[in-house]
Nanobody, 120 residues
Framework: QVQVVESGGGLVQAGGSLRLSCTTS????????MGWYRQAPEKQRELVASITSGWRTNYADSAKGRFAISRDNAQNTVYLQMNSLKPEDTADYFC??????????????WGQGTQVTVSS
């Protein structure tokens, strides 16, 4: 059974930094694409950043230049370093595992989320 656990959220002032962590178990981590998504109140969930098994990264325009996604395959963990935070970054942040299924594609698993609040 795949488990996905996020941590690192909290309250920070505008201009500050946070590092989110997402640790997984029950899956072969290094084969999977990992993603960070966020959902603000009354808004749709959106991609923040993703990283493939080959370390190829993708960022939302709002995250470029401020956020950095990385992974530690030995620790089964993906990180999201968030710098220069803005009030509009306030949201629940979710980790998604796109589990490699070979010729069957991928299977998605989500964590429960961690809350990030940026005060002005």
């Amino acid at each position: 059974q795949v488990q996905v656990v996020e941590s690192g959220g909290g309250l920070v002032q505008a201009g500050g930094s946070l590092r989110l962590s997402c640790t997984t178990s029950g899956t072969i981590f290094e084969r999977n694409t990992m993603g960070w998504y966020r959902q603000a109140p009354e808004k749709q969930r959106e991609l923040v950043a993703s990283i493939t098994s080959g370390w190829r990264t993708n960022y939302a325009d709002s995250a470029k230049g401020r956020f950095a996604i990385s992974r530690d395959n030995a620790q089964n963990t993906v990180y999201l370093q968030m710098n220069s935070l803005k009030p509009e970054d306030t949201a629940d942040y979710f980790c998604k595992v796109e589990e490699y299924q070979g010729r069957y594609g991928t299977l998605d698993y989500w964590g429960q989320g961690t809350q990030v609040t940026v005060s002005s």
